[in-house]
């Protein structure tokens, strides 16, 4: 079992930065494929962005690229989420997912296998 935490959500001006962490306390990251998701009031949860293992290969949403960006710290055993260049679109609660099968950036969130309880990122116009 991977008990997942994200933090660093908070309320920021549009425009502005986050940088999200998900990390599971006791267990590495380093050999599993990580997803983020993000689900706003009254949606479905949607895709942001996957990171395979190994190989690091990464998927992005449409609406997302060229502003987020995912790493991994192994040493720290962290996923990370850059948000760069908020949009009031961007406000959600952000999760961080952990997929077991191997070279997978999947975006369908039934591939994943332990999920977090979500940090909250709310954008201001």
């Known amino acids: 079992q991977v008990h997942l935490a994200e933090s660093g959500g908070g309320s920021v001006q549009a425009g502005g930065s986050l940088r999200l962490s998900c990390s599971a306390p006791?267990?590495?990251?380093?050999?599993?494929?990580m997803g983020w998701f993000r689900q706003a009031p009254g949606k479905d949860r949607e895709f942001v962005v996957a990171l395979a293992w190994p190989g690091n290969n990464a998927v992005y949403a449409n609406p997302v690229k060229g502003r987020f960006a995912i790493s991994r710290d192994n040493a720290k055993s962290a996923v990370y989420l850059q948000m760069n260049n908020l949009k009031p679109e961007d406000t959600a609660v952000y999760y961080c997912?952990?997929?077991?099968?191997?070279?997978?950036?999947?975006?369908?969130?039934?591939?994943?296998?332990?999920w977090g309880q979500g940090t909250q990122v709310t954008v201001a116009s």
């Open positions: 006791g267990r590495t990251l380093s050999n599993l494929s």
């Open positions: 997912a952990a997929d077991r099968r191997y070279y997978r950036a999947s975006p369908d969130s039934t591939h994943y296998d332990y």
